[in-house]
């Protein structure tokens, strides 16, 4: 059973940065990751997505501010922020998915989430 745990949230001033770690469990082969980000009463969004060709993919307004990476040696992805904004702020969840998610295949997988928060 695969397992993702977050972490690395936190409260940052604006024009700061953080970086996010999900740390995966019980992984048998490889499979696509992504990073979704969620306020209340919003729809869950994709911010950035890297499928096992290495592939990536990022929301348009994280697009030169966000970096998504793994280490396979660790089973870890990480989502660089910088320059992060008040309209960042959202709890960021990890995902995991068999099927391409840069392509818009839905994640099999959620870890539990991480806050961040920005202040202007």
């Known amino acids: 059973q695969v397992q993702l745990a977050e972490s690395g949230g936190g409260s940052v001033q604006a024009g700061g940065s953080l970086r996010l770690s999900c740390v995966a469990s019980?992984?048998?082969?490889?499979?696509?990751m992504a990073w979704f980000r969620q306020v209340p009463g919003k729809e869950r969004e994709k911010v950035a997505a890297?499928?096992?060709?290495?592939?990536?993919l990022y929301t348009d307004s994280v697009k030169g501010r966000f970096t998504i990476s793994q280490d396979s040696a660790t089973n870890t992805l990480y989502l660089h922020m910088t320059d992060l904004q008040p309209e960042d702020s959202a709890m960021y969840y990890c995902?995991?998915?068999?099927?391409?998610?840069?392509?818009?295949?839905?994640?099999?997988?959620w870890g539990q989430g991480t806050q961040v928060t920005v202040s202007s």
């Open positions: 890297v499928d096992t060709d290495g592939h990536t």
């Open positions: 019980g992984m048998t082969m490889k499979y696509c």
């Open positions: 995902a995991a998915s068999l099927f391409p998610l840069t392509l818009g295949y839905a994640p099999s997988t």
